[in-house]
């Protein structure tokens, strides 16, 4: 059983480039999370989407992010324009908001922007 | 979401027990605990999570106080790779399970 899989596993740019990270979710999970971790701040939740629809955007530091999922299958987070302080890993996770079951991750994104 | 206070750090034997505490005082009635791990540069790995009963599978056994103000997460025989960043989250189910990561316990397991 496949888990999460994000693309790409690392991400070097200049900044000013756009950047666009990619997730597949578990098949069968209907919500789906895009966490960020640095050293400084930790993990933290970026946004959430239940049933496709973003439930819960708050997280979501600028307007230069954006976050879509056209379908049940695949999200998508967009940077446009990069920026130095946007290097960190960027986690997608997967989950089922219909039961108590646990939310996965996937290996994450390592994003640096030069 | 209730906030949760877990230890820095922990040092822990090969081949023994690790027990992980975390408190959670201000958990309210619908919301459970969830143990995550995560080893150094991959995602955070789900390890077990409970209501109020305690609860075991393959990986660790939770043990929630009978109040469920804290919990104790337990690897019953620590192994090297057992060695990552220990997060103890409290989350209700019914808000499509977001997850609020505070520092987490810093396990190192040492020959």
């Known amino acids: 059983d496949a888990g999460v899989i994000q693309s790409p596993r690392h991400e070097v740019t200049e900044m000013g480039q756009e950047v666009t990270l990619r997730c597949k979710p578990i098949?069968?999970?209907?919500?789906l999370f895009w966490y960020r971790q640095t050293m400084m701040r930790g993990l933290e939740l970026l946004i959430y989407?239940?049933?496709?629809?973003?439930?819960?955007d708050s997280g979501m530091p600028e307007d230069r992010f954006s976050a879509k999922m056209p379908n049940a299958s695949f999200s998508t987070l967009k940077i446009q324009p990069s920026e130095p302080r946007d290097s960190a890993v960027y986690f997608c996770?997967?989950?089922?908001?219909?039961?108590?079951?646990?939310?996965?991750f996937g290996d994450g994104t390592r994003l640096s922007i030069l | 979401d209730a906030k949760t206070t877990q230890p820095t750090s922990m040092d822990c034997a090969e081949g023994r027990a690790a027990n992980l505490p975390c408190n959670h005082s201000?958990?309210?009635?619908?919301?459970?605990v969830y143990w995550y791990r995560q080893i150094h540069s991959q995602g955070p790995q789900y390890i077990i999570h409970?209501?109020?009963n305690n609860e075991t599978n393959e990986m660790a056994s939770l043990i929630i106080t009978e109040d469920r103000k804290s919990s104790t997460l337990i690897l019953p025989h620590a192994t090297l790779r057992d060695t990552a960043v220990y997060y103890c989250?409290?989350?209700?189910?019914?808000?499509?399970?977001?997850?609020?990561f505070g520092g987490g316990t810093r396990l190192m397991v040492k020959p």
């Open positions: 996770a997967s989950g089922a908001s219909y039961s108590n079951q646990p939310q996965h």
């Open positions: 098949s069968g999970h209907n919500s």
């Open positions: 989407f239940n049933n496709n629809v973003p439930i819960d």
């Open positions: 201000t958990i309210s009635g619908n919301e459970y």
């Open positions: 409970g209501l109020k």
């Open positions: 989250i409290v989350s209700q189910y019914n808000a499509g399970n977001m997850l609020t």
